[in-house]
């Protein structure tokens, strides 16, 4: 699974963040960091809900 | 499989729609009929950008659609745009009529309410260059009276839509005055802290704040238009453009002959069932959401999404005899002003103590936790979204202050 945010969409207001933390992160600089790109299919529930729920649909994810 | 009908093609019914066809962890979606009606003649827009990128002319009205937009073709469903839903009636054994504006009766075995709130008027015969920012109409006339170049632009009240369309015309450097009745901007719902925070935002920017004084009535021109607004302390204010943003109703009227209750909106039970057969989500239902211990209607961007799935979710556990689960979320919601995210994440009352937790409100950068007695009733951040998504998780998991004030105590 690859994860791949469009930052021209992304408005960091850290939604994915709050819901799957182990991947994203919105920092002290008001910009959101991937910290990690192609994380474990345990993850997959909580990457596919976070791509949903971003306002923005900035959030794709590749199989 | 019968007829399962959504009434309101918008955010919240959309995904009411998707969740009854995607179905539950342990249940299978609704394969039958699925009508969605909604009484706008095209797929209402995503709203939030309506008074931000759409207003400052960044984007086309067109690019404002709805996560489902366009995926519609995959839910399979039976969509009648430009048709209202007229009556409902009482649940009989099988199901429900639903009558519809083109005369249709519709037989159904359940309901989804999603009809949203119709925006407040402010009295007196509707002059030309008056506006509200609901619809993709609404915008679409009030952008053609901003393109015309008006000298000053009066918007009409400082909650959150008037003060990003102030923001917004402020941007596209138009002369703005923004009027509130109320002592400070949102005072009857948030601590006086954040209203006077609001009106140094826009003052710092030129526009012109007036604070506690009401609209007396609104003087027209020769040519029908608005020409100047009348404030009831008798000063008068010129304006070519009226922007007016003093809230929504909730669409009930069509549902008065039925079995539901309506109060501030359609009163649901915790788990969003109105009434045998019928749910209802997004700005239209109120709940007592158990998280809070507290009825509430929630007109947020998110709380659509949420409650729409839930409410699809707790329709087929109705249709199939099943008990539904409570929703109970921590409400969260955005407003983009000027070069500012302002974020709130649960269930402020005015009368909350205001704890500032990171930053100062004069840098216009900050984090505030809300306090009443040992609880934590919300967070507010300004260009903050880590801390507000931080506590937001932890007032998820309790509203206990002390837990919440822990989060944000500087570390030795
Ligand atoms: C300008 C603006 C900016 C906003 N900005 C933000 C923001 O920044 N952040 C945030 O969190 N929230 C924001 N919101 C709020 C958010 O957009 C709403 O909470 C959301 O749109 C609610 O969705 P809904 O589906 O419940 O209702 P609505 O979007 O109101 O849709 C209800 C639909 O029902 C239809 N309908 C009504 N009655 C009938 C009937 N009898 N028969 C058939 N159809 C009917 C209507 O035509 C309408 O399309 C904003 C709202 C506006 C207007
Ligand atoms: S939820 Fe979307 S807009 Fe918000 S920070 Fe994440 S990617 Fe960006």
Redesign the pocket.
Known sequence: MKVVVNFDLCESNAVCMGIAPEVFEVRDDDFLYVLNEEPGEELRDKVVEAARRCPKQAIAVED | MGTIAV???????LHAAEALRAGTGDAPGHDGQLVV????PTL?P???P???QVLSGEWDLAQAKVPLADRLDELGLDLRLG????SLSPAGGDGRTLTLSDGTELSVEGVVL?????VRHLPGPQLGGVHS??TGEDVTALLADLDAGPSRVVVVGAG??GA?AAATCRGRGLEVTMLEAAAAPMERVLPGEVGAFVADLHRDQGVDVRLGTGVERLEAGDDGRVRAVHLADGTVVQADVVVVGIGVVP?VD?LAGSDLELRNGVLCDSTMLAGPRVVA????ACWPNPHFGEEMRV??????VEQ?GHAGRRLLDELAGRPGTPFAPVPW????QYDRKIQLAGRPTATDEFVLVDGTVEERRFAALFRRGDRCTAVLGVNRPRHVMQARMQLAQSLAWDDAAALFAPKD
């Open positions: 009434v309101g093609a918008s955010l919240a019914g009606v909604d009484a706008s209402p995503d709203r939030p309506l008074s931000k048709t209202a839903a007229t999603a009809t949203g709130g119709a920012i609901r959150f839509i990003e669409q069509w989500c997004g700005d239209v007109e947020h961007w998110e709380n659509a729409g919601f955005w407003s983009d």
